[in-house]
DNA sequence: GATCCTAGTCGTCTCCCTGACGATAAACAG
DNA sequence: CTGTTTATCGTCAGGGAGACGACTAGGATC
């Protein structure tokens, strides 16, 4: 049988979803947009559309990102096609000052038959992490946008929480989980992070996405002994009550070896 | 804007690409298939077709594998709809006779505007690992298919190997990476071997995936050490000209913790 | 049958990482 | 000056992993 007959395939639709991560005041939270017509009319959704005919995959979520929330993708390893115009991630962290950068990565694709009731969608889910926006205001068109703490979106306890629309409460679970577990053995909980930041400011990060709380004097061991996670960029800070800290940028480094251990046991 | 306009939007083919690894003959090995028409005609190939309107991801996916393989997929954890009647490999894994069954997951998608030239193709990507088959003539239709050593098709060294079609090396590219980084936090290894293996079998495996050479004392320690990852069998075996080797079949546990580590530094 | 070879299995020793936690440093609030 | 807060440095014990010796139990060879 002929494989790819370019006259008779099954025509679906192709979007891209975003989970877009961030970290606002201790908590995980994640972007998420009002529907404003059917189906699932006035639900939360995670924010996505259509990839355009001459587009990549990871270009329609940087679009869609940028959009959404005015970051600037850097699109980041995985796989799939890498447009010349976006640098990689590691040498982009280094590179740019990354105030309006985002770590963004493919995620998944669903495509279950019945995922929308209009007509077979598949949707190449991406998972972005962007620093705490200075502008909380993330819509870019008349759709309203907020950020939403996960826990509240997926119930952590015994309700589901607020109600998304499509399958998307999986692939938000999907993302978050993604994210927890890549912090463990990548330098990816930086890009939750101002250009600049103290130990501190990563710790929270951690204890933020993962729930728990650290011991900072280990952690403080453990992240500035791991070569290449971490460069003093020389200053300090004094934000809040304490001792002065010293500010740190993302080093070179993208996988951590021996990785950081999320406790649980 | 519209995001989901149901009347306008542009159409793509999705099809399932397979990367099916196997261990044979202590090289790690993929199912390649040669194409009898153009483009790429006369080229290897990764198995893979159209996904049909009615069908999820995942069960595209397990149907090629059938297709091309005769193994009948345990369609695995990760993501997408998993449809009711594919059990979930964490189960599966204790319960079937696994004889005919195979690890199967998502892998990533690929959606370069260009990477099809007749049209706009978007392909999702699913990893597959068996154990290496008693039947090594894996086509199911005329179509000439082998297993061929990842190195030889990657190009371990200077030249690029065999060229396969399309996209398809950075596919394979991606598929290898990601067991061989599977195989260290997760017991996956064992979807390589027969229901019942000794240690040293399991060894092989991990050392054929990963290309280096472990010590046999400490590979039986950590593995015998872990709890859930192995469960003896009873049976000994007496295969290779050395003393007769216990057996042993995969336990319930899916996460190693702590990991398998990768010699590598 | 004695010997060699091969592969499997058990132990030991050391090093390094981690978790637990005490102690000190440097800011600010009263 | 004293208490509070956060940052940073040190110490100590336990566990896991790498290096490697030793023993076991089969077949092959002489």
Known sequence: MSRYDPSAFPPFAVTVDLVVLTVREHALCALVVRRGEPPFQGYWALPGGFVRPDEGLG??????????TGLRAQANHTQAEAPADL????????????????????????????????MRVVSVAHLALAPDLPAPRPGGDARSARWAPVG???????E????????????LADGVE???????YSS?????????????????VYESVWGVALDPRNFHRKVTGTPGFLVPSGGTTTRQGGRPAQLFR??????????????EA
């Open 87 to 118: 640098v990689r991630g590691e040498r982009a962290r280094g590179g740019h000052a990354q105030g309006a950068g985002a770590h963004l990565e493919q995620l998944a694709t669903y495509g279950h038959p019945q995922r929308d009731p209009r």
């Open 188 to 204: 990816l909980a930086t890009a939750f992070c101002p250009s600049e930041f103290t130990v501190g400011e990563l710790r929270r």
């Open 59 to 68: 270009e329609a979520a940087a679009r869609e990102l940028a959009e959404e």
């Open 160 to 171: 589901g929480g607020v109600p998304l629309a499509f399958d998307h409460a999986a692939i």
């Open 250 to 263: 993302a080093g070179g480094a993208t996988v951590l070896n021996p990785p950081m251990l999320r406790p």
């Open 178 to 184: 993604r994210a927890r577990s890549k912090i463990e």
């Open 152 to 158: 509240e979106l997926l119930g952590n306890g015994a």
